[in-house]
């Protein structure tokens, strides 16, 4: 009987570790698996990526949004402790009439007591072009009073797998009567090629 109870235990033990790499391996589609161990063999490639992202803060068509903020909020210089979410449009030219090419979306809060500085989370969204639906994600510091701020490439996804890289932005131009501002960015990405080969084969 104790054998019997013995075997019955360790068949259950088997079963519980193997359900979540059955469940894993569900979730992935096929080549997955390979080109991931395989990744520190592939050929990296770089791209340089340049828009101006279209924030408009006012108006009718306002695409940022204040989604919660702090008891200091409205006491504060820097508006500590306000949270917003935003899904601009970002564009080839200026112009916000300019070519679409990119979505970005996410959070920023104002997170510094002292200085005008944002946690930016955000991820932009490729809509046409050859990096159409894939997108690149960056998290870190944005320190709004200095001309130009540098931001962390943290990751991405379709041909950006595996991103990594920095942004540059500046702010192009602003308007304070309507709220309306114009933003720069530059991103400078590495990624791996295999993956993106992959991507696009399953396109």
């Known amino acids: ?22 469940h894993a391996q569900k979730l992935n589609p096929d080549g997955e698996n390979k080109w991931f161990q395989n990744i520190c063999n592939g050929k990296e490639s770089v791209a340089k990526v340049h828009f101006y992202v279209q924030d408009l803060l006012g108006g009718e068509n306002i695409t940022v949004y204040e989604v919660a903020r702090a008891t200091i909020t409205s006491n504060s210089p820097t508006m500590f402790g306000q949270v917003r979410v935003l899904d601009d449009l970002l564009t080839a030219e200026p112009d916000i009439n300019s070519q679409e090419i990119v979505r970005v979306q996410g959070l920023i809060t ?12 955000l991820n932009f969204v490729f809509t046409a072009g050859e990096y159409n639906r894939s997108t690149i994600s960056i998290l870190g510091r944005n320190q709004i009073d200095n001309d130009y701020r540098e931001l962390p490439v943290v990751g991405g996804t379709g041909i950006f797998r595996m991103a990594r890289g920095y942004a540059i932005t500046n702010t192009y131009s602003y308007d304070a009567v309507t709220n ?3 933003l720069e960015y530059t991103l400078y990405v590495t990624y791996v090629e295999d993956a993106a080969n992959i991507f696009l084969a399953n396109e």
Do not use: C, E, H, Q
């Not at 104002?110 to 989370?121: E, F, G, I, R, V």
């Open 180 to 182: 309306y501002g114009v």
């Open 1 to 22: 009987m104790a054998k019997l109870i013995i075997i019955l235990v360790t068949l259950i033990s088997i079963l519980f570790i193997a359900m979540p790499n059955t």
């Open 110 to 121: 104002s997170a510094d007591l002292k200085t005008s500085a944002l946690a930016m989370n």
